[in-house]
C-alpha cells in the first residue's frame, strides 16, 4: 500500500508544476484515474481544463490523443473508419483518436448527441465496434472531456445516459491572484506542461488499480453509500436521481481516496468528501424545482444532512 501511495502522489505533485493552486482538483482527477473511471471537467474557458488534461498524460506516459468536438464532428472520427486498400484487396481499419489511453475530449458538448454518443461504448466497455468488428482500446483508458457551462451558445446538453458514465464532475474555478501572478511567472518563457516529466508509466497505473480494490469498506460504509444514492432519488426537487452506477463509483472513488491518504480502510468522509463530484452531474433537478433555483449540489448537500453517519471499523473484526 506504501508503494501505492507514492505512486499516486507522485502523480499529483507533478501534475501541481502545471495547475496551480488545485491540489483537491488534481487529487479528484488522480482518484478516478486510480479507479479506472473518466472525468467530465465542466468550467469557464481558460480556466486549465484542457492542461489538466495533458498534464496527467504526460506525468503517466500513456498514449495521448485529442479531439476537438465540434458541430460537424461523425461518430467515425472519433472511432474510427474502414477503407479499402486496392493493394490487399481488402478492407483495413484506420483508428481513430479513441484507441488512446488518455483521451482528451475537448468541448464534448459542442458536438451533436450522436457525436457524442460514439464515446458510450468504449467509456463503458473499453472497446469500439467498427462496421461490425470489435475492437479494445489501449489500457489503461481514461476520458477526460471539457465541458462548457450549457447556457453558452452553441452546445448541446450531454445526454443523460453519457453523463452517467462519467465516474466523476470537477469544477476548476477562477485561481487567486496569488495563484494567478505564480502562472505567469511560471509561463514567462515557456508553458510549464511542455517540460513536464513522465513520473509514472502504465504498467504502474494498472497496479495501482488494483491497489485501489484491496482497501477495505466496513459494511456499515458501505450501507452509508447506497442509503446516500437512495436519498438523491427521494428528494422531492429531484427528477431524477443517482443510479446503482452512482454507488458503485461512490464505493470504489471512496477506496481510492483513502489510499491516497495512506488508509487500507475507507471513512464515511471519503464518501461525504466524494459525494458531489461523483453524484452532482447523475442528479437531475425537477423543472419547478429548478425554477425555484434549487441546484444540484443543494440536492446532494441536503441528503448528506439527512443521512446519519455511521461509525466505522478500521479493519476486518477490528
Request: contains cysteine; aromatic residues 6%; charged residues 25%.
Amino acid at each position: 500500500m506504501v508503494e501505492a501511495r507514492a505512486a499516486a502522489e507522485k502523480i499529483v505533485t507533478n501534475v501541481e508544476r502545471v495547475i496551480v493552486g488545485k491540489r483537491r482538483e488534481i487529487e479528484l482527477a488522480v482518484v478516478a484515474l486510480m479507479c479506472g473511471g473518466h472525468v467530465l471537467i465542466e468550467d469557464v474557458p481558460g480556466v486549465g481544463k484542457t492542461m489538466l488534461a495533458r498534464s496527467i498524460a504526460r506525468s503517466t506516459g500513456c498514449i495521448f490523443r485529442r479531439i476537438q468536438f465540434t458541430p460537424d464532428l461523425l461518430p467515425s472520427d472519433v472511432t474510427g473508419v474502414s477503407v479499402y486498400n486496392q493493394k490487399t484487396r481488402d478492407f483495413e481499419y484506420r483508428p481513430g483518436p479513441v484507441m488512446a489511453q488518455v483521451l482528451l475530449a475537448d468541448e464534448i458538448n459542442r458536438a451533436t448527441p450522436k457525436a457524442q454518443s460514439a464515446l458510450l461504448e468504449a467509456m463503458e466497455e473499453r472497446q469500439v465496434t467498427v462496421d461490425g468488428m470489435t475492437r479494445a482500446v489501449p489500457q489503461p483508458f481514461m476520458v477526460l472531456a471539457t465541458q462548457n457551462p450549457i447556457e453558452y451558445e452553441g452546445t448541446f446538453p450531454l445526454p443523460e445516459a453519457q453523463l452517467d458514465r462519467f465516474l466523476m464532475r470537477i469544477h476548476l474555478g477562477y485561481p487567486s491572484i496569488e495563484d494567478e501572478v505564480v502562472i505567469m511567472n511560471r509561463q514567462q518563457h515557456v508553458h510549464p506542461v511542455e517540460e513536464l516529466e513522465q513520473v509514472s508509466d502504465a504498467q504502474e497505473i494498472l497496479a495501482l488499480q488494483e491497489a485501489v480494490k484491496d482497501i477495505w469498506v466496513d459494511p456499515l460504509v458501505k450501507q452509508y453509500a447506497a442509503t446516500l444514492v437512495e436519498a438523491t432519488r427521494q428528494h422531492e426537487a429531484v427528477f431524477l436521481g443517482a443510479s446503482p452506477r452512482g454507488s458503485l463509483a461512490l464505493y470504489r472513488t471512496s477506496q481510492a481516496r483513502a489510499l491516497l491518504d495512506g488508509r487500507d480502510y475507507v471513512l464515511p468522509d471519503d464518501a461525504k468528501a466524494l459525494a458531489y463530484s461523483v453524484l452532482g452531474h447523475r442528479v437531475i433537478v425537477s423543472p419547478a424545482a429548478r425554477l425555484k433555483g434549487v441546484t444540484a449540489e443543494e440536492v446532494v448537500a441536503q441528503c448528506l444532512e439527512g443521512v446519519p453517519v455511521p461509525g466505522v471499523r478500521t479493519r476486518r473484526g477490528a
